[in-house]
């Protein structure tokens, strides 16, 4: 098992057509082949270098420097249909930055990012943070792909760091994250001068988008720079508060259960879903364990010298393996503070744009009574519920690839996002308000890969 697929992290197509979907109108402009190639410059960066791609999807770069296949591993079912042949130009590079947990391209250097320019833009940019601990490029098959192909400009970032010793970045507790929000900020502000520089004028929209660790980012730019979005989709964002619920709150009870010191009905408690179970044996193996000494170690350092982080084993199976003192990690109890690290990336529910939320009702790592069913009642205590859509996925689970192990039991949430960003775009560029919220309910058949409708089971409550 690769650590990329260890890490927390990730469709309306049945056809070529469909899973491009509509180009909006504008979609012929950018002109010749690369064209002002010369022209563009990464405000900020250290390091840039440009390319002109005859197809910027993964279809045409796997196997080359442009894409890395392994650091998608898992986010996707492993039929899922994209679309191809989108040629256009591809800027990779950094900003400047003292960590060096990204070893891509040889650069041995953090605050990496690509920025893709299709031929054929629509005028609009899609930017995105990289899920769980990986980097640039994971999510090319599950959000770059779509948006190039309907005509969007592309841009994302490794957050600042990457890796399991991500919580190494930084001089005092909760730098490592802060830093998330701050480079996905940056990179937003420098990708809308790119594609100026490249088309001639700035994106007339810009939307955020992101899985888990990426839908947190969404969630937190709507909130602090709303300014620089016109809507956001947010795929099973993790949240923080404050005060909790976190993953702080809720791991240490799947540490307890990994350990024999919980029952099942401590994992209703914490807000695992029933029906989940069959989930639990992989994430206990591949999740929990890592994760809680990940973001322990990154909040609150000092809780156990014994066992600081996932550097603490030598091999895969210790780096996997949990705390034995996470078992009894009470978060409550823990200083002022660790409180106060977690309240600097703590989210509030104010989004200042439209945002969509979509959430697995099987998700075994986010679990979603502890997380989106939260934010959502944040953001209507906030005022702002006429900003917002929630929609639970049946059969959904956190990240796509499980599917292949369990078709009977899960759905891909990767097609319900493409039909959530459509329905996004709608909303925010024609005023079509989407769907009221709802569970999307699992159809006894149909091609649930690359198909959902996002209006099944409108009407009926999540």
């Known amino acids: 098992m690769r650590l990329s697929r260890a890490v927390p992290l990730l469709a309306a197509a049945m056809t070529a057509a469909a899973l491009t979907g509509p180009a909006p109108a504008g979609a ?10 010369e022209r563009v410059r990464v405000p900020g960066a250290a390091v840039q270098q440009s390319a002109c791609l005859a197809d910027l999807t993964t279809t045409g770069l796997a196997g080359t420097a442009y894409t890395d296949l392994a650091d998608q591993a898992g986010l996707t079912a492993a039929d899922t249909r994209s679309p191809s042949g989108v040629p256009g130009i591809q800027v990779d590079g950094y900003f400047p ?32 943070g990289a899920p769980g601990t990986r980097k640039q490029y994971a999510t090319d098959k599950a959000i770059s792909d779509r948006a190039l192909a309907q005509g969007y400009a592309y841009a994302a970032t490794d957050k600042g760091n990457s890796g399991v010793d991500f919580y190494r970045d930084g001089a005092r507790p909760g730098d490592a994250v802060a830093e998330w929000n701050a480079r996905t900020t940056q990179l937003t502000r420098a990708a809308r001068r790119v594609v100026a520089q490249r088309y001639g004028h700035a994106p007339r929209r810009t939307y955020m988008a992101g899985i888990s660790n990426g839908g947190y980012l969404t969630r937190w730019q709507l909130e602090n720079h709303p300014e620089l979005y016109d809507g956001g989709v947010d795929w099973e964002g993790a949240l923080w508060t404050a ?3 976190s993953l702080l709150t809720s791991l240490p009870t799947t540490v307890a259960r990994s350990l024999g010191a919980a029952r099942d009905e401590d994992m209703y408690a914490a807000g695992f879903a029933r029906g989940s179970e069959f989930l639990w044996p992989y994430h206990e193996k591949a999740y929990w364990g890592l994760t809680q000494k990940i973001y322990r170690a990154e909040f609150d350092p000092a809780y156990d010298p014994a066992c600081p982080g996932p550097s603490a084993g030598s091999s895969l199976e210790e780096i996997l393996a949990p705390c034995p003192a996470d078992a009894t990690y009470d978060y409550a109890a823990r200083p002022a503070s660790v409180h106060r690290a977690v309240a600097r990336v703590a989210l509030t529910g104010r989004v200042g744009k439209p945002l ?23 953001i209507d205590a906030s005022g702002r519920g006429r900003l917002h859509r929630y929609y639970t996925v049946q059969g959904g689970t956190h990240v796509d690839g499980l599917y292949d192990t369990h078709p009977a039991r ?44 996002l209006t099944e089971g409108a009407g009926a409550r999540r």
């Not at 012929?28 to 190639?37: D, I, L, T, V, Y």
């Not at 947990?101 to 250097?109: A, E, K, L, M, S």
């Open 28 to 37: 012929a402009e950018g002109g010749e082949h690369c064209g002002r190639q």
């Open 97 to 128: 930055d003292s960590s060096r947990f990204n070893t891509t391209h040889g650069w041995q250097h953090d605050a990496q990012f690509v920025i893709r320019l299709p031929d054929h833009w629509n005028g609009g940019l899609v930017v995105t």
């Open 243 to 245: 005060d909790g619920p």
């Open 356 to 378: 969509i939320t979509l959430h697995g009702d099987l998700d075994a790592l986010l679990p979603r009574a502890a997380d989106s069913d939260v934010y959502a009642r944040m």
């Open 410 to 453: 899960l759905r891909p949430i990767l097609p319900c996002f493409r039909s959530a960003f459509d329905a996004l775009t709608g909303w925010v560029e024609r005023g079509t308000p989407p769907p009221a919220d709802h569970t999307i309910g699992r159809p006894a058949d149909g091609d649930v890969v690359d198909s959902c409708d």
